[in-house]
């Protein structure tokens, strides 16, 4: 009895305190790492590789101007035509939500049933089971959020969503049991939920969400070993007596024998993590699960950890109840992607090649989350590594070369290189249909040959031209190239405020007319170049962008237009 007292104890104090103490060091470790990762990778870009760029291929130096015109049109979601791909993403973000929605409910229906068995004395009262499910149900919430939620108003849709069920099961239990307040359910979904939400906190941060996870997986273990190491030694006296022994041989006292005794276990608990994440690694590499389905499992485990804590007053074996929520959550999540067919790729999937202006900073990364959760549904992404989003698109590879100390070979050395990586390169769908980002980290000597082989092989070009200005001159060599390689009707640049748009009109002008005699552009009889201004909500590109895939509508020349084939007259006022 005294033991599985003790027993029940351990479980009910020791695991909040260790899954605490983890997610607390979870974000200041991943934003320490994800510094050096960031200066590793800056650095890199700015050193020589292999062999020299060599010159552009397939381009002939213009013999003369192109004979027509190059028109600058602004265009928006009612100038181009719905695309194909725009129903494949509807139709993989409805299937992804409804199997991790079954897979969720499930996994609430485990819990809540472990509740009922505890209670089994009352009987089986279906309304404290509709309020567990209810409960237990919070983190599928969070998962479709995090799914198909691309700015605030979509995630207090589906937060309001959630809350209108659960009032809705709250006033119907309170008004079936006059013992019941209101008081008294909040409370209990508080203890629930909001432990486990805090702690999401601590790795779903936009600063630290790209390695949050197999950061807590690991500090999981390493707090863990930290905590055995000194179990083991306590559990006897022979045990201490020992440690006190060894760590005055080597001058320590009992404080730092303490400490040393909770270091060489977190130490050993560390190797082992990283054989855990190495293994975790080659999974994603092998394409057997995708960074999001990553965030969602850590998400999952976590509440299932934490929420089984409560149960363990009952007897400590109730602990594993979380374990088994999670099992069953992850087997359904499993079967249902597999049932759905949704790691069957069509026979074309399209691919987008992202160009953009690298001193924006977070504005790349929130413009990197709504491609990523809508464009990454129809095709995959391409693009060159730069300091903006170096610590928001880093693959569980990648990071794991890097704190290996393998880094550099993440990095195009020669034109060689570069063919063997496009081939290499992930095109079709995750498990959870989910398509991938093909970052290539690129020398200052290989980018441009990079820019110009994605290009060439692009089905569709987004340029981020918000915050364009005479200083980008990466920019303006980029510009050119597509204007040589890439069909203009296939690209869209992006302005906002932020962007000098007299230079820009310049400049394309200018490149225009120092086209490439072979450019596929110098035979479209009204070139166009299409400019998409968000303003400030990156998230209505989405519509324009989809117009890529089909051929735009466009709408012929006006008037009012400039002979140069500028912006329309109402445009120019913007």
């Known amino acids: 009895m005294y033991a599985s007292s003790q027993a029940t104890l351990i479980t009910t104090g020791m695991l909040p305190f260790l899954l605490l103490a983890s997610a607390a060091l979870t974000a200041p470790v991943s934003i320490a790492l994800l510094a050096l990762y960031r200066r590793a990778v800056l650095r890199s870009m700015a050193s020589p590789g292999v062999s020299e760029d060599p010159p552009a291929p397939g381009s002939s130096p213009p013999s003369q101007a192109p004979p027509v015109a190059l028109k600058l049109t602004m265009v928006d979601a009612n100038t181009l035509s719905q695309a194909p ?216 485990l976590l509440f299932g950890m934490v929420q089984s804590v409560t149960l363990a007053f009952a007897g400590w074996a109730w602990i594993f109840t979380g374990l088994v929520a999670f099992a069953v959550y992850k087997a359904v999540s499993t079967f249902g992607f597999r049932a759905a067919g949704l790691q069957r790729a069509p026979p074309h999937p399209p691919s987008l090649l992202l160009l953009r202006v690298f001193a924006l900073g977070t504005r790349s990364g929130q413009l990197f989350d709504v491609l990523a959760k809508r464009w990454l549904r129809a095709g995959d992404i391409s693009m060159i590594a730069g300091p903006d989003l170096a610590t928001t698109t880093v693959e569980p590879h990648e990071f794991l070369d890097f704190v290996g100390g393998q880094l550099s070979r993440q990095f195009v050395r020669d034109a060689d290189d570069l063919e063997h990586r496009l081939q290499a390169r992930a095109r079709g769908p995750d498990p959870d249909g989910r398509y991938r980002v093909n970052e290539f980290f690129c020398h200052a000597n290989t980018w441009q040959l990079a820019m110009r082989r994605l290009a060439a092989t692009a089905d569709a070009v987004l340029m981020d031209l918000r915050s364009f200005c005479a200083a980008n001159q990466g920019c303006q060599y980029e510009l050119q190239q597509l204007i040589d390689i890439v069909p203009l009707e296939r690209v869209r640049f992006l302005i906002d405020e932020s962007t000098d748009k007299a230079f820009l009109e310049h400049t394309l002008l200018d490149l225009w007319n120092r086209a490439a005699s072979d450019s596929p552009n110098r035979e479209n009889a009204a070139p166009r170049a299409c400019i998409v201004d968000v303003g400030k909500r990156v998230d209505t590109i989405m519509q324009p962008l989809l117009g890529l895939l089909a051929p735009p509508h466009a709408p012929p020349a006006s008037p009012s237009e400039r002979a140069t084939g500028g912006y329309s007259e109402l445009d120019s006022q913007r």
């Open 85 to 300: 791909a725009g129903a494949a993403i509807s139709h993989s973000l409805v299937m992804a939500s409804l199997v991790y929605g079954a897979a969720g409910l499930l996994y609430a229906v485990t819990l809540g049933g472990a509740w009922m068995i505890q209670t089994r004395a009352d009987g089986f009262v279906l309304t404290r089971f509709l309020w567990l499910l209810s409960c237990y149900a919070w983190p599928t919430a969070l998962g479709i959020g995090l799914l198909v939620a691309v700015n605030l108003r979509q995630r207090l849709l589906v937060a309001c969503t959630y809350f209108i069920m659960l009032f809705a099961v709250a006033l119907y239990a309170v008004l079936r049991n006059d013992a019941l307040s209101f008081g008294q359910v909040a409370t209990f979904w508080m203890l629930t939920n909001a432990p486990a939400t805090a702690l999401l906190l601590a790795f779903l941060h936009r600063r630290v969400r790209a390695v949050g996870p197999l950061v807590l997986a690991f500090m999981v273990v390493v707090v863990t070993g930290s905590q055995i190491a000194l179990a083991v030694v306590g559990s006897s006296e022979a045990g201490m007596r020992t440690a006190v022994t060894t760590g005055a041989a080597i001058g320590l006292g009992g404080q730092a024998t303490f400490f040393a005794t909770m270091l060489l276990g977190a130490l050993l608990a560390a190797v082992g993590g990283w054989f855990g994440l190495k293994w975790l690694g080659h999974r994603h590499l092998a394409r057997r699960s995708s960074d999001q389905a990553l965030t969602l499992d850590a998400m999952w």
